[in-house]
């Protein structure tokens, strides 16, 4: 719950633990205090605004979320744990040098 409040601050408003399922997970609530659209706090719609063609908003959209997840597992993650972002950047590397 701190690296919620640490993305989303006043913004962020419940969190719910499931705990009652096969993997257990947090689903989170974020609102506007003006009542206002939250797009705008969604990390991969907010990367997507800016972006010209679908396929631009496509991978502006995928890049913010993965980034949004690299930055939840370097803020959680232990030691054993760091292997798997590793993998994934190693995962990256080898798909932009293949389109390179």
Do not use: I
Request: some cysteine.
């Amino acid at each position: 719950m701190e690296w919620l409040q640490t993305e989303f601050g006043e913004h962020l408003r419940s969190v719910a633990e499931h705990t009652d399922e096969v993997h257990a997970h947090l689903h989170f609530c974020v609102v506007n205090p003006d009542g206002g659209n939250v797009k705008h706090l969604h990390p991969g719609f907010r990367a997507a605004k800016d972006a010209q063609t679908p396929k631009e908003q496509r991978l502006a959209y995928n890049t913010a979320m993965r980034a949004f997840q690299d930055r939840f597992w370097e803020h959680v993650a232990g030691p054993r744990l760091d292997s798997l972002v590793w993998g994934r950047a190693a995962s990256a590397g080898r798909v932009a040098s293949a389109g390179a």
